[in-house]
Structure formats: C-alpha cells, structure tokens
C-alpha cells in the first residue's frame, strides 16, 4: 500500500530565462529546479509530472503539477517553503492534497492558452517579455474569420511539430478568440488538448493571414492537408502563457 | 551662434538591472547606455539631461530628457536607430526638436510617481519586479487619512534623504492618493518636485500607519519636525515608477 500523499501544485512562472518546463541535461528548466526544491525538502527522489511541456521562453500562470511523497511536510506550508528558496520568477502559487487517482497531465480534460502580439512601432519594456513585438497594421477581419474556422473538432496535423510524436491528431479547439486593446492583440486558443507547437504554429499562420499573404478562406484546405509545411512559421515563444489547465 | 538642435527623447525602462539613472563611474546606468550610444551615433561626445536622477532598481514609464547635437540624423528615426542597439529594458518612446531654451529637469513644472505594494501571501512572478511584496493586511482607512495631510504645500524635509543638498525642501505635494484593486495598492504622488527619496519616504512612513504603528493624525506634527528620523523607513525601490513629467 502507498501511503504517500498526492500532492497538486499550481505554478506560476515567466519563461524567459528558462529552457521550458521539462528536465533536459545541462539545461535550467523549471521542472529541474522544483524537482531539485522538492528532493531537499522531502530529503528523497521526487518525480514531479506536469501537466505538459512548455517550449523554451514561453510563460505560465497557471500551470499544474503534482507528485507522490511522505506526509512529513505541512502541505499547506508547501507554497512558503518552496518560494523562499525559488527564483523570484517562478512562484508555487498554491499545494493541496489532490485524490490519489489525480495525475497533472493524464486528468487534464484541456487547457487554455495566451498568446499576446504587439503591433505598435514601439514596444513598452515592461510588455516586451511577454509579447511577440510585430510592428505593423494587420487585417483583423480576415484573422478574425480564420479564427471561426480553426474552430472546432479537426485533425491539426498541419499546426504541429514535425518531430511530434502524437498518432492521434485531431483536438477539439474549442475557443479560438482575439481582443484587442489598442496595439495589444491577445489571442485566447481553448481546446481539449494541444499538440506540440499548435498555439505558436496557429498563430504564425493567423499573422500570415492578417498580412494579407493568406485567405482566411484556405483554412479548411490547410486543415485537409496534414502537412505542416503549408503552415506558418512557428510565432516566438515569448507570446506564449500557459493561463489554466481545466480538469 | 550654437546650430545644433536641442532634441527631447521620453524613455521608458525596467530599472531592475540598473544603478538608477545617473552617470556613475564603474556603474551600469541608464544615462550612461544612452549618452553612449548617442555619442555613437553623433560621432561626438553628447551630454544627455535628465528630469532628475531615479533610483537604483526604480523603473520609468516617462522620463524626459534633452540633448543638444548637430543635424546630422533625422529626429524622426532616432527611436528606430536607438532602440535597435539598446537593451531590451530600455526603450526610447519619443523623440522630438524642443524649443532652444528647453531643459528636461529646469523647465519641469511637476512630476507623477506610481508606488505599487502587493499584500497577498503570493506575488505573481510577472508583477514582482514592480511591487513591493508585503504580505500583510494594512488599515486603508488610516492610510487614506494620512495621504490627505500630506497633500499640499509643506516643509517635506522628515521625508527627504539626510544625505540630500536641497536648501528649500518645500514642495507642494498636488496628489497623494491610493486605488486598491484586490491586494494590489497603487499609491499615486503628484507635485511640483520630489526630494531625494521622498516617495519612497512617504511610502515606508504610510506602511506604518497601516499597520496601525502610528497613527494618521501625527503627520502634521511629522511634517513640522522637519526631521528624517522621526519619519518610517524607505520603501524598497523596486516598487517606484516614475510615469510623468510635466511641463
């Protein structure tokens, strides 16, 4: 019998100086750097899942994890203990005591993504660690038409990595919204599950769009396709936040 | 008969990575990057005038300063060819011809400073760098009646650095207000001019009051004092930034 407690935490981290969540050799990641927090204060190997990878620079909010490990820690002293030995750029926003059954990446039934784009000719230092500065008008109408078709439940083969090693394509994009504030452009992308790349690889198509170099209309062709190479290029990984995780 | 331009840049940066904004030798300073790279690009020693010095680690959403040069660039296109080589924290957000007799820090009728302070026990890693961290419930309304003494025209010098050389340390102090929004306090100072350290004075002074180790009703007798030492500590720099100078 495994008497460990689950534990859940919900992170928060700005990415930029970070080669992404997952633990890679001779990398600073920040999986590598909670595990390590987590192995001193348990004074034993902790194995933290995430609830997926982020890439390289990109950002969280909300991003969730949990492990397996004795109860010899107040749980609920968890998020001081840790923050006071993390950089300031990652913060454990909350822990709890989550069903033994809870795992951060196999529950997650989908997630909810940020990516901000500016558009004006001069950036704010204070935005630009977390925007994709682009500095030029765009047709919102037809990025907003391309939006509605991306919509939906479709194979997104032609959005993802080349290396991705997922069989199983196709994901239900449940909300694929832009705001805008001035020359802030926020797109919100909802789904039941994201393949590698997606967000930035929809995006760097929505802009290819906006730019006038590509039809809205051709989404449901780019979609048939499965090809990546009819895409856009990859959108930097500075745009990217990881807002929530929903089980 | 000087020939040369006198042209007006407004600047915004993030002064995390910065010894403030004064020239000081061995120091990485904001000043310092820009009268560099001006002198680059003019091909000749250029003297940069700022509104005032700003702290070590204190951020700026509008400083102004002025430079006298040659009319060898086009003025339009110095926040282009400036910005293309500056550190991503340091951003030229205008640039302009003034009038021949224009001085950033002579001819300022007036400053605005934001202080921001986060009270809840987590601070997202995104706002870190521009809050002062505090995680402790604070008497708003004892704080509200001490930003209402403060306002107007007195001796500020229980607020102002010993080490400063001001000689009249009166100022009129147009606007000393605070927006709660959830745990964030934003504590916005208007006044005719700041002495050294004042915001920051003024902040650490309030905290106390909100913590209910000095009461509202001893500003005035602080004020008269006319004495540093009876006045809270100074706030941490991180949570200054200048937004405005007006002329």
């Given at each position: 019998v495994d008497d460990r407690l689950n534990i859940r935490l919900d992170l928060a981290y700005v990415g930029t100086r970070y080669h992404g969540w997952q633990v890679q050799p001779g990398k600073v990641t920040v999986q590598g750097i909670l595990q390590d927090l987590l192995s001193e204060a348990y004074k034993q190997r902790i194995v933290l899942h995430g609830s997926g990878r982020t890439d390289a620079g990109t950002h969280a909010r909300g991003q969730v994890a949990n492990f397996h490990a004795p109860a010899r820690l107040p749980v609920e002293r968890l998020p001081l203990i840790l923050n006071s030995r993390l950089p300031e750029d990652i913060r454990v926003l909350a822990a709890r005591v989550a069903p033994a059954g809870f795992h951060a990446r196999k529950s997650a039934r989908g997630k909810i993504y940020l990516y901000r784009v500016y558009t004006g000719r001069?950036?704010?230092?204070?935005?630009?660690?977390?925007?994709?500065?682009?500095p030029r008008g765009l047709d919102l109408d037809a990025v907003a038409r391309a939006m509605r078709l991306l919509e939906g439940k479709h194979d997104f083969t032609s959005f993802c990595a080349h290396?991705?090693?997922?069989?199983?394509r196709v994901r239900t994009l449940r909300v694929c919204r832009m705001t805008r504030r001035g020359h802030q452009l926020h797109f919100r992308l909802e789904a039941d599950g994201f393949l590698h790349h997606m967000v930035r690889n929809i995006v760097g198509t929505l802009l290819e769009v906006g730019d006038g170099n590509r039809p809205a209309e051709s989404i449901p062709a780019l979609l048939?396709?499965?090809?990546?190479?009819?895409?856009?290029?990859?959108?930097?990984?500075?745009?990217?936040?990881?807002?929530?995780?929903?089980?």
């Amino acid at each position: 019998v495994d008497d460990r407690l689950n534990i859940r935490l919900d992170l928060a981290y700005v990415g930029t100086r970070y080669h992404g969540w997952q633990v890679q050799p001779g990398k600073v990641t920040v999986q590598g750097i909670l595990q390590d927090l987590l192995s001193e204060a348990y004074k034993q190997r902790i194995v933290l899942h995430g609830s997926g990878r982020t890439d390289a620079g990109t950002h969280a909010r909300g991003q969730v994890a949990n492990f397996h490990a004795p109860a010899r820690l107040p749980v609920e002293r968890l998020p001081l203990i840790l923050n006071s030995r993390l950089p300031e750029d990652i913060r454990v926003l909350a822990a709890r005591v989550a069903p033994a059954g809870f795992h951060a990446r196999k529950s997650a039934r989908g997630k909810i993504y940020l990516y901000r784009v500016y558009t004006g000719r001069v950036i704010s230092p204070f935005r630009a660690p977390v925007y994709h500065h682009r500095p030029r008008g765009l047709d919102l109408d037809a990025v907003a038409r391309a939006m509605r078709l991306l919509e939906g439940k479709h194979d997104f083969t032609s959005f993802c990595a080349h290396a991705a090693g997922e069989k199983n394509r196709v994901r239900t994009l449940r909300v694929c919204r832009m705001t805008r504030r001035g020359h802030q452009l926020h797109f919100r992308l909802e789904a039941d599950g994201f393949l590698h790349h997606m967000v930035r690889n929809i995006v760097g198509t929505l802009l290819e769009v906006g730019d006038g170099n590509r039809p809205a209309e051709s989404i449901p062709a780019l979609l048939a396709a499965r090809d990546r190479r009819l895409a856009g290029p990859t959108a930097p990984a500075r745009g990217l936040t990881l807002l929530r995780v929903l089980y």
